[in-house]
Structure formats: structure tokens, C-alpha cells
């Protein structure tokens, strides 16, 4: 196989700034996160950019740097966080009501966390019915408001030499793509009229790309997995990836499925349940913001297994996904799985799974790996201009792809997409392991 030209990537020189919109227990976690490792305090657990290595060339070559050193990422210690919040408590405040971290870690980084202080926020509660924003901007029309979130971008990029964007926010009620969303020209025109469909991670979104930052979506909305949004990102050159971080459930659903498809086990049912007791559980609480969440949980077990390819196995599967909002538990969430599998000759198996995970602990380093490689990606001129960044997927329970494109689910596919992306824009040989391709 011929190895890829390196490409042209500009080198990751200055200051990055990461703006966040909504600092609730994920975007806390994750800043409070890299100041106590850039202090030294705690180790990066989670994060594939920090942690993670890459194998090069042959097994017998024995070149396995870390990833952080091999891809031109972003050092930590050049990160500068800020961003907007429907509360106007700074980022101690913001983490000690999150519950995340406890406090003897918070209380080490107290000074730093208290001088971030959220800008207000472009909200409405037709959108996050159980939210009551008080720090929120007011403008003449949702066009009004986009203008004054892209003159936040521009006062923070006078700051730092780079800016990446990353949806932390509550998840929006169901919304689907509408006549709107369809191109630029329309959306733009929506902006203007005030167009309901147009939900305030769209404002964002807008705002980002028009600046040509790249956006990252960690939660069910469709933000940018609009053609509208597809189309200004390949125009500026401003990435984009979403969409609901791969935490907690979903993560062991896309370990466990390919298994049971690798060896040809059915499956006849798979009830998922959780509780969760933060502020993002009060808010799926609500039945229109738990509809987006519960289409994006739900679509992963039909890509993987494939029920039109092995009906014998999976036609018949009856798959259910349940929320509950159940205070005590606080950011400690509890995810039961029961499976009912069957084998040889269709004896019936069960498998239950009770992970009793923290939620933003889980996705904190996912969103930091996701801020790092956004920005890799507007530096590399290869990834500049595409629009969704599809190897970005390992991160997404719900990955954005391109129109007449099926997302890959599998963990494991996702993370050898993504290695091998890293490979290719560092003129690195592709390492295929032709045995998967089938899943291509
Ligand atoms: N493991 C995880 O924690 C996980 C996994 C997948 C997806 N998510 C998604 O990530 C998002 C954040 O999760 P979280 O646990 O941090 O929730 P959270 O409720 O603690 O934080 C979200 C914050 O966004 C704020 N907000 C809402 N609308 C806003 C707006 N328009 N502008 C600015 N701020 C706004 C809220 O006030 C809140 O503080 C949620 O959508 C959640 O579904 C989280």
C-alpha cells in the first residue's frame, strides 16, 4: 500500500480558546478537569488524546507514541476556557452545585474557577421546559441574537489565537429538519422572521460557523446536524462533529452488540433503564426533551446488528430505553441493562448489565478529546473544508454523517476510523485489519 503525503497541518501555536455553551456538571468537570491536571493534582483518565497511543507501521517496529505527541494537538497548558450559561454563577459556584468533583479537589482550584464567569445566554424555554434562565440576553429577533453571540467570538478571539465551540447545554425538546433548515439563504431568512424551528443551539451554531469556529454537539439536538449548518461549515471552513456524547449506556451498548454479532447470537430483547438525579435528568425529565434523547439512544442497536441482513437473529427485537428522574443520585447514574440473547439452535440466554457510572466524569474527557481534535482539523487543510468529521463518530451516540450515509456504531470500528484519520493527515501507512472489513 502506497503511504499517504503528510499533510500540510499548521502547527498548534498559541492560545486555544474553548468556549462552552451551558456550564452545567459536564463543561465544570472538564474545566475544573484540565486545570487540576495541568496542575499536576490528577492524571487525565478517559481521554484518548492524552492517554492513548498509536501503533505505527508494523507490530515488529514497535512505534506506539502518544497520540498527543504523534497528531499535532493543542498542548493543555495554552487551553483558555469561556462561555455561556442561563445562570450567572461562576464556574466554583456552577461545580459545587453540580455535585461532580468533590471538594477538596474543587477547593484546590478554587481562585481559577472563580474568575470564569459565563456570558449571558441566548435561551428560550419553549425549548427546555424545565429551565428557568435569568442570565440570558434579550434581542429585537432571533437574527438580533446571533449578532450578539458572534460579537462575543470576536471579543474572545482579540484573546487567543484559535477558537473551538462545544454544545454542553441542556438537550432541546424534538425537533425535526424543516423547510428552514434546508439551505443557508433559508435559514438565514428564518433568523430574521423568527421561525420557531429554529431552537437556540442553532443560534450558536450559526454564530460559531459564521465566524468559522468549529462546533462540537455533545447533546441530542440536531445543532448542526442540519443541511443548513453542513453547507456554512463547508463554506468557512469550520468543522463540525456531533452528535450526544457515548458515555454511559450506549458506550456498553456499542462494545456489547458487535460481540454478539461477531458470533452470530440472536437477539430478542434489550430493556434499558437509568436514574439519574442531576439537572440533566430533571430536564429529560420532560417528555419533548426526553424524545430527542430517546431517538438518539435508540438508533444504535438497528446499524449494528443489521436486522435486514440476519433476520433469523435480530428482525424481532424488542428494544426499550427509559430515563427516570430520581433526585438522590445526583450526577451518579445507574444504567441497567437486561438481554435476552439466544445460541445454538435457539437456546435462550441473559445477560444483565448494572453500571453505576458517573455521568459527567464519563463525558468530560470525551469532551476535551473533541475540542483538541476540531482544532487539529481546522489546521489541516484536508479536514478544513469537509464539513462533518466522521471519524470523529467514537465520541457520538448518535454520529452525524453525511445525507445517504448509515453512521458506524461499533466502538471498535469508530476508534480504528479515527486512528486511521490520524495516520493518513500524518503521512502514516494505514494499519486496516482486513478481517473487519466486512462491517465497511
Ligand atoms: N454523560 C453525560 O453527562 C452526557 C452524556 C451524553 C450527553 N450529555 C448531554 O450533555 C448535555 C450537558 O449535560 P450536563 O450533565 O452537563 O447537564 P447540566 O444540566 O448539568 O448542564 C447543562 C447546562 O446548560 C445550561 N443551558 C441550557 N440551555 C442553555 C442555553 N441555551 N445557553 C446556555 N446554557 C444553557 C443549563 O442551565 C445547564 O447549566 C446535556 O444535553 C446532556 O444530555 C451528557
Not at 501503533?55 to 506506539?64: A, V, W
Not at 454511559?248 to 456489547?256: A, D, N, R, W
Not at 494499519?431 to 473487519?436: A, D, F, K, N, R
Request: net charge negative; charged share 20%.
Amino acid at each position: 500500500m502506497a503511504t499517504p503525503k503528510a499533510a500540510n497541518i499548521q502547527p498548534a501555536k498559541g492560545k486555544l480558546g474553548i468556549m462552552v455553551v451551558g456550564m452545567g456538571a459536564v463543561a465544570t468537570t472538564l474545566i475544573a478537569g484540565v486545570e487540576a491536571v495541568r496542575k499536576g493534582l490528577a492524571k487525565p483518565i478517559g481521554s484518548l488524546t492524552q492517554m492513548g497511543t498509536i501503533r505505527l507501521g508494523r507490530r515488529t517496529d514497535n512505534r506506539t507514541p502518544l497520540i498527543k505527541d504523534f497528531a499535532s494537538l493543542a498542548s493543555l497548558d495554552d487551553i483558555v476556557f469561556t462561555g455561556w450559561e442561563i445562570f450567572p454563577e461562576n464556574m466554583y459556584e456552577a461545580a459545587t452545585h453540580a455535585q461532580v468533583l468533590d471538594s477538596d479537589h474543587l477547593r484546590s482550584i478554587k481562585p481559577f474557577l472563580e474568575q470564569i464567569m459565563p456570558m449571558p445566554a441566548v435561551f428560550d424555554q419553549y425549548y427546555v421546559k424545565r429551565l428557568h434562565g435569568t442570565h440570558v440576553k434579550k434581542g429585537r429577533s432571533k437574527c438580533d441574537l446571533a449578532q450578539q453571540l458572534i460579537a462575543d467570538i470576536q471579543t474572545f478571539k482579540k484573546q487567543v489565537d484559535r477558537v473551538v465551540i462545544i454544545w454542553t447545554g441542556s438537550t432541546e425538546i424534538f425537533l425535526e429538519p424543516s423547510a428552514v433548515h434546508e439551505t443557508l439563504a433559508a435559514f438565514e431568512k428564518g433568523l430574521v422572521e423568527d421561525d420557531p424551528n429554529i431552537a437556540p443551539s442553532q443560534i450558536y451554531a450559526y454564530a460559531a460557523l459564521k465566524e468559522g469556529v468549529p462546533f462540537a454537539n455533545g447533546a441530542p439536538n440536531l445543532t448542526v446536524d442540519l443541511p443548513c449548518m453542513v453547507e456554512l461549515s463547508k463554506q468557512t471552513g469550520a468543522p463540525i462533529c456531533g452528535k450526544d456524547f457515548k458515555t454511559g449506556q450506549t458506550f456498553m451498548k456499542t462494545v456489547l452488540a458487535p460481540a454478539f454479532k461477531s458470533r452470530m447470537l440472536g437477539v430478542s430483547g434489550w430493556y434499558s433503564t437509568n436514574i439519574l438525579g442531576n439537572r440533566d435528568g430533571e430536564v429529560l425529565d420532560d417528555p419533548e426533551s426526553f424524545k430527542t434523547k430517546e431517538e438518539s439512544k435508540l438508533g444504535v442497536l438497528d446499524y449494528i446488528l443489521q436486522p435486514e441482513l440476519y433476520p433469523e437473529l435480530y428482525k424481532d427485537i424488542y428494544h426499550k430505553v427509559r430515563i427516570n428522574y430520581y433526585p438522590p443520585r445526583g450526577d451518579n447514574k445507574e444504567g441497567w441493562d437486561n438481554i435476552d440473547i439466544f445460541g445454538w439452535l435457539g437456546y435462550p440466554m441473559q445477560i444483565k448489565v448494572d453500571f453505576l457510572c458517573r455521568d459527567s466524569i464519563l463525558a468530560a474527557p470525551l469532551a476535551l478529546d473533541l475540542v483538541l481534535f476540531l482544532d487539529l482539523a481546522q489546521r489541516t487543510p484536508s479536514l478544513k473544508h469537509i464539513g462533518i468529521q466522521e471519524w470523529l463518530s467514537f465520541y457520538f451516540k448518535s454520529p452525524q454523517t453525511p445525507p445517504g450515509l448509515y453512521p458506524e456504531h461499533d466502538l471498535f470500528i469508530q476508534l480504528m476510523k479515527l486512528k486511521n484519520t490520524l495516520r493518513h493527515i500524518q503521512g502514516e501507512e494505514l494499519i486496516t485489519h482486513l478481517g473487519l472489513e466486512y462491517y465497511d
